[in-house]
């Protein structure tokens, strides 16, 4: 298996939440990839304000409307999705209740890469609070995900709480409680232990596996594996995520540890 060799990785915060420690996740790299340089570059959008009119109007237009329908090339944007978009790019407001289609936006934030650091041997990773969804043609719709690998890599805070799913339980509880007109944060509290929520103080910790996949994906084209308790684990359940990034008894499989130690000599 042919392993590439990474020279830099930068890091991107675009409007990720609070509670993600971009700083931390930077040094677990750092500790992982060794004598590679890792870099957080903060807001991209803060390189190129001047632009923010254009950028603002390539937002607006990969926003999903209706999950059954394929956006159309370069739709033309209501002028009030333009004006949000342009108060978010200068951090006025927040994403929320928003969907884009997952590979418009790494293609907007490409743009957003220096043009001298689009090269091999650069690894880019985005974290932002968008929820995106990619479209699949077995079924028809979009689905929401929680990351994009590529250049860059686009991995969502909003989708690591949205796309995989809940237990089971959650959600026949969920019903119960809706029927009754109880609390739904009264069922939060109670099932908290088996899902990644918003503004959750695990949330760091598990973006850390995220970032992983971000650059397994550079080194060797495929970011996930199939052990469950290797952090490329590609979960589909709350429970899968939790015990990949937080509940297995190691960090990754032999094959991948074997992988990352290649790139130290070992």
Known sequence: MKVRRIEKV?????????????????????????????????????????????????????????????????????????????????????????????????????????????????VHIFFTNRLFATWEESDKRYHARTSVYGVPSVISTTGLVEAPAKPREYYLVKQQYEMLGKDLLELKERLKASFIDYEDERLTEVVKGYAMQALFYYLVGDPFCKDKGCRLYNAHWQEELIFAQLGSGYELCGQHARILDSLHGK
């Open 10 to 122: 930068l890091v991107y915060d675009e409007g990720a939440v609070e509670t993600l420690d971009i700083g931390e996740i930077a040094g677990y790299l750092r500790e992982k990839l060794k004598k590679v340089q890792v870099k957080v570059r903060g807001n991209p959008f803060a390189f190129r304000l001047e632009k923010s009119p254009d950028y603002a109007r390539k937002l607006a237009s990969i926003k999903i409307r209706d999950a059954s329908r394929k956006i159309a090339p370069e739709p033309e944007p209501l002028y009030g999705e333009v004006q949000y978009e342009k108060r978010r790019i200068l951090g006025k407001t927040k994403a929320f209740g928003v969907v884009y289609d997952g590979f418009q936006l790494q293609r907007v934030f490409s743009e957003l890469v220096a043009r001298e650091e689009r090269c091999l041997g650069f």
